[in-house]
């Protein structure tokens, strides 16, 4: 089945300044990747994805790039702001019945 | 677009009781329906998933059952709970041809 790895499980950035999350997926047939952010005590919310036959895609602040060949993908927030403080999850197709397989997080804290 | 309510939002319950968890869907028909769980700090887990009205498939092995009496409704249930049962408890749907999963608020249990 697939495996989803994600880095760095904790990301310290000042206000303004970018952050990078990183993942790997093993399973060379998978064809969409999404991420999610979830706050404290709420459900994960579907922030950006993309499917396997683009490289980027951008949603204002938000960019996810894609490598098919190095089986892996990443999440890129630029001018960082306090609410976008969180733990941020990666996936890819994985699971019975189209479900997801879950990176294990990266919790982003935006330093004032 | 579709809603996903999840019901209760905080859990505490004795070690041995009963539990049900239920999870409804609006805005879609016929949807793959999902139940995740969530230990604290660690990744999503998913337990249980179904494709149809009484069509049930678990993913792991556990003290846990689910059911789907409606076509967009789930629920989680258990005999007799066991401390190892606390945790955050997510419903998500996927509603038709969608690759996008979507998730509820959840409910953190607590088993004592």
């Known amino acids: 089945g697939e495996n989803v790895e994600q880095h760095p499980s904790t990301l310290s950035v000042q206000e303004g300044d970018s952050a990078v999350i990183k993942c790997t997926y093993s399973d060379s047939a998978s064809n969409y990747f999404p991420w999610y952010k979830q706050e404290l005590g709420k459900g994960p919310q579907l922030i950006i994805d993309i499917r396997s036959n683009v490289g980027e895609k951008k949603d204002q602040r938000i960019a996810v790039t894609l490598n098919k060949t190095a089986k892996h993908f990443s999440l890129h927030i630029t001018e960082t702001q306090p609410e976008d403080s969180a733990v941020y999850f990666c996936?890819?197709?994985?699971?019975?019945?189209?479900?997801?397989?879950f990176g294990k997080g990266t919790h982003l804290i935006i330093q004032p | 677009s579709q809603t996903i309510h999840q019901w209760p939002a905080t859990l505490v319950q004795p070690v041995g009781s009963p539990l049900s968890l239920e999870c409804t869907v609006e805005?879609?028909?016929?949807?793959?329906l999902y139940w995740y769980r969530q230990a604290a700090g660690r990744g999503l887990q998913l337990l249980f998933y179904s494709v149809g009205i009484g069509q049930i498939s678990s993913e792991v092995p556990q003290n846990l059952s689910a059911s789907r009496p409606q076509d967009r409704q789930f629920i989680l249930s258990s005999k007799k709970l066991l401390l190892s049962d606390s945790g955050f408890y997510l419903c998500?749907?996927?509603?038709?041809?969608?690759?996008?999963?979507?998730f509820g608020s959840g409910t953190q249990l607590s088993v004592l």
């Open positions: 998500a749907c996927r509603g038709g041809n969608n690759e996008k999963l979507f």
């Open positions: 805005g879609t028909s016929n949807p793959n």
């Open positions: 996936a890819a197709p994985g699971g019975g019945a189209d479900g997801l397989t």
